[in-house]
């Protein structure tokens, strides 16, 4: 199964002119700070980093050095918190580099966060649970619609819907999502399922190696089957004895009577009623009817 796409937008892109009030200063020209002046953002939502993919990164930047510079902003004393690219500052310090080249920008602590948030969802590496996480902690702690939302990550409000949609799957078919087992696709077409019927097609589709398009197959046809089996259940035909019955006791209780038969031969007589005082009426015509 792929992984799925990053959101292909940056930072700028998204924290433009509209939404958001970041109240932050274009960005300077980029400059170099000592690595030891650049703290993480104690908000920063990611909180675990592969160490063998840091080596890696490491012995890219030793050979080639940090191609992207890191965003901070300015914080007390001399220090510089980091908007994007904790990632490479860690392995910048596994590398040994002293300097590190940075783009300085003025955020408030709000934005800040909200920018950390949506760094955090452009990652390439995410699957689609993660971007769905992170969605929602946009929409949570930043007080977004999901309108707003899908044009700061510059995705239709559909596809927005569509990953949280994933956020309410059982947890084992979040599980196979995030570990690759089944695509977002897999996933949509399974919550397109009804809910008692989720975990029977994610171990179907897992059982047969399903690609998307027979998932959906198989959600659809037990929609259709429901769906038959409730009109055949409606449809039922009872004998004529039945609607003798339902007549005789309207007649008594002038309330709607239903009569419901059970597969095992059995069944449920309903009694309507509005309101106490029609409950008062029936005991009424019961001890009438005893009487006479």
């Known amino acids: 199964m792929k992984q799925p796409k990053g959101l292909g937008r940056g930072l700028d892109a998204i924290f433009g002119t509209e939404g958001l009030d970041l109240k932050a200063k274009p960005m300077s020209e980029m400059t170099e700070l000592a690595i030891e002046k650049i703290i993480p953002n104690p908000t920063q939502p990611r909180t675990a980093f592969d160490e063998e993919a840091l080596d890696e990164l490491a012995d890219s930047i030793r050979q080639l050095g940090i191609i992207q510079p890191i965003t901070v902003r300015r914080s007390e004393e001399g220090r ?17 580099l002293k300097v590190v080249p940075v783009y300085i920008r003025d955020v408030d602590d709000e934005n800040l966060h909200a920018m950390a948030l949506v760094e955090n969802i452009q990652r390439q590496d ?7 996480l992170g969605m929602k902690r946009l929409i949570e702690e930043c007080n977004l619609t999901q309108d707003a939302l899908s044009e700061k990550v510059g995705k239709k409000r559909s596809s927005v819907a569509n990953y949280l949609r994933l956020l309410n799957l059982p947890n084992e078919v979040q ?6 087992l089944i695509s977002m696709g897999h996933a949509k077409a399974i919550a397109g399922a009804a809910a008692e019927e989720q975990l029977r097609v994610l171990k179907k589709c897992l059982k047969k190696s399903f690609s998307v398009r027979q998932t959906e197959e198989l959600v659809r ?4 089957k429901a769906e038959k089996e409730a009109r055949t259940a409606d449809e039922e035909e009872y004998p004529e004895s039945y609607t003798r019955l339902v007549e005789q006791l309207e007649r008594l209780f002038t309330s709607e009577i239903a009569i419901k038969r059970g597969k095992n031969g059995g069944g449920k007589i309903t009694i309507g009623f509005t309101d106490d005082a029609q409950i008062e009426q029936i005991i009424e015509r019961l001890n009438s009817n005893q009487r006479a």
């Open 80 to 96: 510089y918190i980091i908007i994007s690219g904790e990632r490479r500052w860690r392995a910048a310090q596994r590398a040994d």
């Open 126 to 132: 995410l699957n689609a649970i993660e971007i769905a």
């Open 221 to 224: 046809a037990l929609a259709e």
């Open 175 to 180: 599980l196979a999502l995030k570990e690759g």
